[in-house]
Nanobody, 115 residues
């Protein structure tokens, strides 16, 4: 089992920045893929960014050039640096981990961008 705990969400004005963090516990092995999804109430959960332990990344087109994902493999922690935030980035941001055929989710951290 892997437990994921997010932090760093909050309220920010449009154009501002936030950094999200997600720490994984319960596993002593490297987690091959960690990343971030987001969800707005009533809408489908969508990929924001994911990163492999080897450094390969994948971003949603809507965040390319504004968001940067990074991770500390030794700590099983993944980060999401979010710059130039827009009101449409407002969502619940959920940490995701994939390991040994299983997918794990954090409880989410709310990001609200005011116009």
């Amino acid at each position: 089992q892997v437990q994921l705990v997010e932090s760093g969400g909050g309220l920010v004005q449009a154009g501002g920045s936030l950094t999200l963090s997600c720490s994984a516990s319960g596993s002593s092995f490297n987690i091959p893929v960690m990343g971030w999804y987001r969800q707005v109430s009533g809408k489908q959960r969508e990929l924001v960014a994911i990163m492999s332990s080897g450094g390969t990344t994948n971003y949603a087109d809507s965040v390319k050039g504004r968001f940067t994902i990074s991770r500390d493999n030794a700590k099983n922690t993944v980060y999401l640096q979010m710059n130039s935030l827009k009101p449409e980035d407002t969502a619940d941001y959920l940490c995701n981990a994939y390991r040994f055929g299983s997918t794990y989710w954090g409880r989410g951290t709310q990001v609200t961008v005011s116009s």
